[in-house]
């Protein structure tokens, strides 16, 4: 008798056979091991085994039994959703963090890292270690997890997991998947903090039954990430929905970059703080800005109405261009409802109405906080891991 070694060493979910497997079952739900032959095209005695060594290690699990069709009656048999994880990083100037979630995108563990420095290599060796140490910590097989995503405010090649250039953290050229999957021994990923955050809604969030979606961030600037057929747009020069200092306001807001009416100087709190105190002479922080809001404060109120113009402007300007079906605001601005997605609805709502268009659009707030970024980090590794040619 033959008995077969187990395979807990050969990195299972990660082979092609094995993630063609868990990718049908985690498109259609559950599936019997006969559709499942059909619709991967592998042969009975393939899928057997694989089901057989996902269900060893416990990350498939037999459920209902359908009817007979002449036959033995079939198993469904679905994935435990809480048995494959995935490994998330987000590098933002003054907010770096990480995180281990499961496949649903429900964060497990998450840790906060007070950067060293900011100098790559010393800041992406503590990635590595602070990573490591929460795998450790959470008793997690690293043979159960996907990958780890990374979001990072910047221009990033994403194809060779490179960051061109951050202003924020004063990089280029840096080969961030190099460093971090030598350090991990896992895929990496890369992407930019706003397309990340459109991953984030496609996987998880608002946008998972849209087909096509966009995403603005607002609290590292203003930038977007920009979803068409479910796929991220990212351009040959990864330039996709890098609008940020794109004029949009006429004579509006003077800039950091020397133009006048960019979103930034509209989204970005440092500069409404600025125009709060030069108006009230008070230094008020975010909070207290949200809670002015909130009770009917008139300059704050005014400054959120002028912030609430620019972004229906941008909204109407990206939205209609690209034919999205719904677009997600983040940051400060996702608790305004009615000041602000309300807002840009109504906008939006008219200008079509007047261009004789017969469409609807959902303008909505995040609904992720501050995690939106490692939920995109995480929404990348599910893109990655549903793209077949990817699988390493
Ligand atoms: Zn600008």
Not at 176 to 197: C, R
Not at 369 to 391: E, I
Request: proline fraction near 4%; glycine fraction near 10%; hydrophobic fraction near 40%.
């Amino acid at each position: 008798m033959i008995v077969s070694r187990p395979i807990s060493s050969t990195r299972l979910i990660r082979t092609y056979n094995a993630s063609t497997v868990l990718r049908v079952l985690y498109k259609h739900g559950s599936c019997s091991r006969s559709q499942l032959t059909k619709l991967t095209g592998m042969s009975p005695a393939t899928i057997t085994r694989i089901i057989a060594e996902l269900m060893e290690q416990e990350i498939v699990l037999e459920g209902k039994v359908g009817k007979s069709t002449g036959g033995r009656r079939p198993v469904y048999v679905h994935i435990d959703y809480t048995k494959v994880y995935i490994g998330s990083v987000k590098l933002l100037q003054d907010d770096c963090a990480i995180a281990i979630l499961d496949l649903r995108g429900q964060i497990i563990e998450r840790e906060r890292i007070v950067p060293h420095t900011l100098e790559p290599k010393i800041l992406l060796q503590q990635v590595i270690n602070s990573l490591n140490g929460l795998l450790e910590h959470c008793r997690i097989n690293r043979e159960h997890i996907l990958g780890v995503g990374v979001a990072v405010s910047g221009v990033c090649d994403s194809d060779h997991g490179v960051v061109l250039n951050s202003v924020n953290l004063g990089w280029r050229d840096v080969p961030v998947t190099e460093i971090l999957s030598g350090g991990l021994d896992l895929p990496v990923y890369l992407e930019n903090d706003a397309n990340a955050s459109a991953l984030a809604e496609l996987w998880f969030g608002q946008a998972t039954d849209a087909t096509n979606s966009m995403f603005i961030k607002t609290e590292t600037g203003a930038g977007v990430g920009i979803i068409v057929n479910k796929t991220l747009l990212t351009g040959p020069n990864f330039m996709a929905g890098e609008i940020g200092h794109v004029p949009l306001v006429p004579n509006g807001q003077p800039c950091r970059c020397g133009q006048r009416g960019c979103l930034e100087p509209y989204v970005y709190f440092g500069d409404i703080q600025t125009r709060y105190q030069e108006k009230t002479n008070m230094l008020i922080d975010q909070e207290e800005f949200i809670k002015l809001v909130h009770g009917g404060d008139q300059c704050a109120l005014e400054l959120v109405h002028e912030t609430a113009s620019a972004l229906a402007l941008a909204c109407a300007h990206w939205g209609i261009l690209t034919d999205m079906d719904i677009i997600t605001i983040g940051g400060l601005w996702s608790q305004f409802n009615e000041e602000v997605m309300i807002y840009c609805q109504d906008y939006y709502n008219s200008v079509l109405e007047s261009t004789g268009i017969s469409r609807s659009i959902r303008i909505v707030g995040t609904k992720f906080g501050d995690d939106t970024d490692l939920l995109g980090a995480a929404g990348l590794v599910v893109s990655h891991w549903l793209t077949p040619q990817s699988v390493p």
